[in-house]
């Protein structure tokens, strides 16, 4: 609802130090961040814990940003980044496997969630085949390194170029394109979505 | 849920989309901007003045401009003083932390106060207006810093109502200068208005002022989305602070 306009002129005042401004950033661009910072971590204390703390470096920083289209590619990632930190933190004090509680009276499957995804479930689909497919892609993301895991969450989750990952993340946009489509097959087999949905 | 880009990669991908944008959905949850905005600045720490002026490379030299204009400084306040001069709090940039005015100040009336709603955004099922409330009076006034606000129909009917407040600070509100908030509102499960809404807020003496937007905001403005019928609705203002906005 925040028009490019009124943004322009939010990151300019908030780089000012206008906490209001400020305010009217995080209203506008902390889902976007908390959904990046979910399928980075698996984890929706983790994800809220990881854009607070990006919300911080952005407070520092703010004053970076030269062109207000580039402030969610940059928001985003940050909340990719702070995720993916937490996540490396949690896994070296953590079990990373964990066993899942068999829900049959739920029609879920019983498998094992691996680190990601562990406690998803607040906000779970409701239905039980919904259910089963986001745990069957909350598992196929916990078989994937973290820095794939910011690649398709800045992708599929954040909808941006690669382009806007490649700068974000250092890389050329070709070989974000090209860790894409290798990231693609591996999903398409392990979700099974070559089958006729 | 997220948008594909234009550099389609492979058909797969619009699939892949929904399920990870339906997937990233679980971890929206409702926030207050305002606390996460506060909670942000208060957790880090710019560099201050100070610090960039001599951090790690820091000279005398850059400290001797400094405390040069310092001392001049100084002196020209006391010379200002001294001839009769006074200080008063100045309608600074948003930055400015609520002070109370020097001297013996009244509370602020109705009368005296005036305000706009400068903005209109929504987020996470709430909706938040940046407001400013002006001190039109000849002199400074004082007014608690949170004030019970209400949402209301173009007829002056209370849509939601906030919970009345007490023990706020004072908050010193120079003549002629504005103060700029946001308040906060959530879950309106009533009748669907398309009349122009204005916020309320009441003074301690229980008078009110209501505040309007201007004509291109009132058609974007709309009321909190209903979240749930069984929670109640909620509203709050974040404390004032001195200033202006200008989207």
């Known amino acids: 609802m925040i028009d490019d306009d009124s943004l322009r002129a939010a990151v300019a005042r908030a780089a000012g130090g206008d906490e209001v401004a400020f305010a009217r950033i995080v209203a506008a661009h902390h889902d976007d961040m908390a959904r990046v910072a979910f399928v980075v971590c698996g984890d929706v204390e983790l994800a809220q814990a990881a854009v607070q703390a990006a919300w911080q470096k952005a407070w520092l920083k703010l004053d970076s940003i030269r062109a207000a289209d580039r402030l969610r590619p940059w928001l985003v990632s940050i909340a990719a980044n702070e995720a993916r930190q937490l996540i490396r933190s949690r896994n070296r004090r953590w079990l990373r496997e964990t066993a899942i509680d068999a829900d049959e009276s739920a029609g879920t499957r019983v498998g094992v ?78 979700l099974h979505d070559d089958e006729p949905a | 849920m997220t948008n594909l880009p234009d550099d389609h990669i492979d ?18 949850r409702p926030i207050d901007a305002s606390a996460i905005a506060a909670a942000a600045r208060a957790g880090a720490r710019r560099p201050t003045l100070a610090g960039r002026l001599f951090g790690s490379g820091g000279s005398a030299a850059r400290l001797g401009v400094v405390l040069a204009g310092a001392l001049v400084g100084a002196a020209a306040l006391a010379v200002y003083l001294g001839a009769g001069g006074s200080t008063s709090p100045v309608a600074s940039g948003p930055d400015a932390t609520p002070t109370a005015v020097p001297g013996p100040a009244a509370a602020c009336t109705a009368d005296q106060l ?34 019970r606000p209400a949402l209301v129909d173009s007829a002056g009917r209370a849509l939601i109502v906030g919970a009345p407040v007490s023990g706020a600070a004072p908050f010193g509100l120079p003549r002629d200068a504005d103060a700029t908030t946001m308040v906060d509102m959530a879950n309106y499960c009533g009748k669907t208005t398309t009349a122009a809404l204005k916020l309320r807020l009441y003074l301690p003496d229980e008078s009110s002022i209501e505040l309007a937007a201007p004509a291109n905001l009132t058609s974007s403005m709309d009321v909190p989305p209903c979240n749930g019928p069984n929670e109640p609705a909620t509203i709050q203002m974040q404390p004032l602070r001195l200033g202006t906005v200008s989207y």
Request: charged share 25%; proline share 3%; net charge neutral.
């Open chain 2, 114 to 147: 005036s305000g706009t709603i400068e903005a209109w955004d929504g987020a996470a099922g709430h909706r938040i207006a940046t407001i400013k409330v002006h001190n039109s009076a000849s002199v400074d006034c004082v007014l608690p810093e949170l004030l």
């Open chain 1, 113 to 190: 969630r691996v680190g990601i995804g562990a406690r998803a479930g607040a906000g779970i689909a409701a239905d039980p085949a919904s259910r089963a497919a986001q745990l069957d892609l909350a598992n196929a993301l916990a078989g994937l390194e973290p820095d794939d895991r910011t690649l398709i969450a800045l992708r599929y989750a954040a909808g941006l170029t690669s382009d806007e990952i490649g700068r974000a993340i250092g890389m050329t946009g070709g070989g974000v394109r090209a860790r894409l489509a290798r990231l693609l097959t591996r999903l398409r087999e392990e």
């Open chain 2, 11 to 28: 058909p797969y991908e619009s699939r892949l989309t929904r399920r990870v944008g339906a997937f990233a959905d679980q971890a929206v």
